[in-house]
Every structure is written in C-alpha cells, then in structure tokens.
C-alpha cells in the first residue's frame, strides 16, 4: 500500500484545506494511505473517514522565537516524526507555513510544495519598489531548486517570470468529485421563488478586493439583461449592498448568503459569473461547467484561462474592461456556447490520484 504525507498549515477553514481533504477522500478511495499533518490546533473540517491526523503545533514565545519560529518548528516536526517511526512514498506540503517549516525539516529534499495560489500575484501584490525586490527574493529563495506542484499551467510561468528556478515543476489541478457534484445539482432549491426563473449568479465570498463585487455588479449593469442577479456566499455584505444601492440595481440583485450546496443554482442558473483579480484555480468554473451552465470570467491570474478553452473563450475578458464584462454576459446568454462532456475530465478523482501516485513512484 502507497502512504502518503500531508504536511498543512491548518484543517479549520479555506478553500485549501477543503481541496486537501478532497484529494485525501479520492486517494483513499483507491487504496491509499493518507496521514494529515497540520501545523496549528486549528481543526474543524470533517476528515475523511481512514485518513489519519496529526497535530503538531508550534506557538513562539518572545521577539527570538517569533524570528526563528519557522527553525523552531521544523525542529518540532522532526522530533515527532522521529518518533512517529513510518515511512511515506510520497510527502506534499501545502500552504506557505507548511512550505517554510518544510523546507527546514527532515523531509526537505523529498517533499513536494504544492502552491495553491499565484506567486506573481498573490505574494507579490501588495510590494513595491525595495520591498517588492526583498519579497522577490524571499519568493525565489523558497521555492528555488524545490520540487513544486502547482494548479496551472499559469502558476508555473509566474514562477519562471519572477525568477524563480525550481527543480522541478509538475502541473496538478485540484480534484473534483464529480459524482456527489452531480447529484447535489439534483436536490431541489430551498426557495421556490428561484426553483422557476432564470436568473445570472455569483458564488463565493462577498468582498470587493480581490473577487472585485464592484467590477462584476458593473458589469453585470453594463450587460443590459432584464435577468436578476444571485449572489451566493458571505463576507463583506455591507459594502455589496452599498455597491448595489449606488447603481440603483435593489431591484435587480438579491443576497441569499452562504449555501451549503449551491449546485442546485449553478444548474439552475442561466450563467455564472467571476470577476476576481487573481485566483489559485477557481474551482467554482469548472464546478458551474460541470452543472452545465456557461460562465463568463475575468482573464485573471490563475486558471481561468486553462480551464476556459475553444468557444468556451468568448466568456473570458480583460482584467479591468468592464464594457467587454458587459458584452460577454449578453453574448452568452443570447448564444450559449456548447460545454463539451470532457471539460471537466482531467479533474476527475481517478485522474488526478494518478498524477500524484506517480510522483511517489506508484
């Protein structure tokens, strides 16, 4: 039997942790050994039944540990698995912490970091002039000479145009479980008012910076259509509905906050859409093509792109042209593009469960 490390900076939230234990459901699945590490006591998500968790947890106390805490917590990493005596054919760490203790552990020339967001734009973002050159700096130091996965093909030219000369790079999209997928757009909609209209939707967390809700709420405004507009997900609800009343669209654009399966409205709904100004890989597209339903994207750093190829590229646009957010909404809904039964295939568990074999030599 195959065993398989996760090392993990936390199991309690966010769309990285869920991928993981996704990937952990699939592997299972086909026979493999998974054990979870996460680096905090921050727990909460359900755990695949078989899977094994381990916490080992690191808190610095004063200024000297806080500067070493990635040091100190390697060290804490090796003593337990000094003791915890198993062997793994493959050992993967996702998320920054994880990358950075990792790195400084036992297991550092033999584990993948896998990146979950764009580096180009998610870790150099917020830099400028000398501290955007330190951070460059930091960025490359990490991930240089390293094994790394990341989600698209996108991820890995960012990497090469910071300057960053990894060992290797392998390209491994997050899995989709098509099947429960598949049936939970069957379940009936909690609201019979949207069980019979059609209507435009937006899935994922409320927030103006970064999902940029003012570019899509512009866009959608732009578009002309007579459909109202849903929007599915929490966060930043107050400055949404401010956006909204400023367009005038109360009439148009309803909330109905966090869904614990929002598939029944992405089969439902005419056309989905996304405005972010970077992702890691928006599983919510390929989730909303798997429904059947088109979707119209920002060309944003990263996936949106891989994912939306052949007449599926009408639903791109540029980052910032809000006239073209526009137009594209009313292109697809006047003409919807055909979604090929393939699409989503190379994301199925079996597929990418192969992929990551593979890299432990399976």
Known sequence: MQRVLFVIDQLASGGAPRSVLKLTRAMLAQGVSVTLIALSERLGLEVPEGAEVRVVPFTPRGRREKLHRYRLHARRLDAFLAEYEASFDLVVANLHQAHQVVSRSCLADRA???????????????????????????????????????????????????????????????????????????????????????????????????????????????????????????????????????????????????????????????????????????????????????????????????????????GLVPLDDVEAFGAAVGDLLADPPAIPATIVERYSPASIVARYRALGGA
């Open 112 to 314: 993948w970091l896998c990146i979950r967001s764009d580096p180009r734009q998610e870790l150099l973002s917020n830099k400028q002039g000398w501290r955007r050159r330190i951070k460059r700096r930091k960025v490359c130091r990490l991930y240089g000479d390293k094994r790394l996965i990341v989600l698209s093909e996108t991820n890995r030219h960012s990497l090469a145009s910071i300057g960053c000369r990894p060992r290797e790079v392998q390209v491994i999209p997050n899995v989709m479980e098509l099947e429960r997928l598949q049936a939970l757009m069957h379940e009936p909609i909690a609201e019979p008012e949207w069980a019979e209209r059609d209507f435009c939707l937006y899935v994922g967390r409320l927030a103006m910076t970064q999902k940029r809700l003012d570019r899509l709420l512009r866009g959608y405004q732009a578009s002309g259509t007579d459909l109202p507009l849903v929007l599915i997900g929490d966060g930043d609800r107050a400055s949404v509905e401010g956006e909204i009343r400023a367009l005038g669209l109360e009439d148009r654009v309803t909330l109905l906050g966090a869904r614990d399966n929002p598939y029944p409205y992405m089969r439902r709904a005419r056309l989905l859409m996304l405005s972010s100004d970077y992702e890691g890989l928006p599983n919510v597209l390929l989730e909303a093509l798997a429904c059947g339903t088109p979707v119209v994207s920002t060309d944003c750093l990263s996936g949106p792109s891989d994912i939306l190829k052949g007449e599926l590229r009408r």
